[in-house]
């Protein structure tokens, strides 16, 4: 948990108001620890913690994508009567992991107790500050989390919104998502454009935040004062948000985006070959090879082996890459995302990005020292590239150490950093950038410290703890990580990225002493990601 003092205790940036909502917002107290939200088409019945902050946990956003609205567009959730609880984490999405290829090892993760993977799993958590009755603070800035996982996992519970309510001294309100995953979420090619939805998984996530829009008002929040976030493949969704709609999305869905390592891996049109190649291993897989009508198959066909036909694809991929992932749709999506960075067609209006030293490790096969070749990896890694290209990569990256260590860091590079940079350009003169290099400074190894009360943060440092995770706050607060929540907090003033390219570094000392200092961005690393840049068209990003 966060480290500030007692709100009596602590700075206020402003005092936070105490009156209840009007009765339109429809929010009342059925008991002391049971508020009750009604939404139109449900009424949810939440719980209020210890600390009186109010938790709502899966609301129900859209219909269950089942039957004939599997690999459709989410839709309206049915009206249902009575009061729905709202207590209890809700399921989690189907799961499966990244490539594993070539030693393909059997991966598997455990759901949290009590969760199952299952296809109905369009589910929302929400979390506001409140009285003891669930009465909610009016007209706070709202915080829209979306989770990583590679499009491939991760759910809502596994992210507790108080940590950011505490960080935010009881500042703003919460919202973390769940949306369809892997073959659920992600089915490309044709086929799917001709009768279902591309990028189904973004297209849930766009009702999310549609329904944060609509609905949130009932919670405390002020639609006009959204901010969204997400770490890894969360934080590839906010960049997806970012250019949605050749980036203009109406109604204005968020004022401002932020994300902890970008990722964005290839996104091919959605009828290439590469996910027309996936569509077909689906169909093969799943029985629906021969039938005349294959979508129509798809979606008859058990959850189980659609599941089943999402692990063997994905886990077949070369190692630690990921095979069901966005698409250009040419709707949602208009066209490839570095395009539509650097001609600066982008949602929001403000822009805060961290990314981690190390962000390509754990997509390495680190066992492969002896054979490791970037040049060759490049090969790999990217099928559209030629011996030209490849040599180019091998060029870049001949300075960097061992020729694992190249293999590791043209990974993060090329897969999170550099389309990071592209972002920050976007955004010119509106947009902050960190880096979070806490030994050993790898991709998600900056998770622990903004939702602690998941996992410890392994620097147990309650000053850079504090530090670190109200840059976020303050700037979904007030865009601006230069106006602390706590202003004794270490991190000194704080330049834009485009003056000097200054970032700000949060690392430590080998005797665990903070340290949060400015830097200014290699020039060495802004020539590699120009390189990457210039290649978006092999590259598929």
Known sequence: MSNLPAPSEMFLPHRLSKFFLTATLALSAHAQSAPIVDLGYARYRGTVSAINVTHFLGIRYAAAPLGDLRFRAPQPPATVPGVQDATTEPNECFQTSKGLSPTNPLETRQAPPGINSTEDCLFLNVYFPSDAAGTPVENLPVLVYIHGGGYLA???????????IN????????????????????LPGEEVKKNGALNAGLLDQDFALRWTNTHIAKFGGDPSRVTIWGQSAGAGSVLQHVVANGGRTEPQLFRAAMTSSTFLPAQYHYNDRIPELSFSKVVAQSGCASAADMMACLRAADADVLQAANIQINNGAFFGTYTLVPVVDGEFITQRPTLSLLEGKVNGGALLSVTNTFEGTKFVDQSTGDTANATQYALELFPAFGSTQADQVGALYVGLGTSLFQETALMGESIFICPTYLLLHAFGGRAFKAEFAIPPGEHADDVPYYWPSTTTPPFKNAVFIDAFAQIFTSFALWLDPNKKVDPTTITPPWKRWDLEHTEMLFNKTEDGVPVVQPLRTSDALLERCQFWASEGGLTAQ
């Open 167 to 186: 960080q935010s001294n009881r500042g703003l309100v919460v919202v973390i998502i769940q949306y369809r995953l892997g073959v659920f979420g992600f």
């Open 154 to 164: 991760g759910q809502a519970s596994a992210s507790n919104g108080e940590d950011i």
